[in-house]
């Protein structure tokens, strides 16, 4: 809310929730790199389900050995119809998870999509590595 009254515009207003979830996004992978064995760095899919499960969004694969995850628990659901900011908070923090992961673990930079509630399982998250050159379709 506090973006909301800051922020003028929408398009203003986006790209500060969009540069606050990356914030929190790379604190949360810090975070976890300072958790986990420092021999093997987790998946960029096990990274992501690890942290948005402790955040409380329950995700699944969409399909299995996928980038692709339903996240099938809001932890607020009841507020998003309100204030749709927070879905680009949440966009934000995910590619802030995904970018701090990878810095870590030298992979190039992934693409990260968020389709809010577009399916009865939940959001739709599709992760995209920089270099996969995979045409392969997830059905929603």
Same mark, same amino acid.
């Given at each position: ?31 976890? %790199?300072?958790?986990?064995?420092? !021999?093997?760095?987790? @998946? $960029?899919?096990?990274?992501? =389900?690890?942290?948005?499960?402790t955040l409380g969004f329950a995700p699944v ?33 995910i590619q802030g998870l995904v970018d701090g %992961?990878?810095?870590?673990?030298? !992979?190039?930079?992934? @693409? $990260?999509?968020?389709?809010? =509630? ?23």
């Open positions: 809310m506090a973006l909301e009254t800051a922020c003028p515009d929408t398009r203003s207003r986006n790209r500060a929730a969009l540069k606050a979830g990356m914030a929190w996004g790379r604190t949360l992978a810090r975070q976890s %790199r300072e958790n986990t064995e420092k !021999d093997i760095p987790p @998946s $960029v899919t096990q990274t992501l =389900l690890n942290a948005l499960t694969r969409a399909q299995p050995n996928t980038t692709c995850l339903y996240l099938t628990s809001c932890p607020f659901l009841d507020s998003v119809s309100n204030h749709p900011i927070i879905c680009t908070i949440h966009l934000g923090m %992961r990878n810095k870590k673990a030298g !992979d190039k930079q992934a @693409s $990260v999509s968020l389709k809010p =509630l577009s399916s009865p399982k939940g959001c739709f998250l599709k992760v995209v590595k920089a270099d996969s050159r995979s045409k392969r379709r997830v059905k929603q």
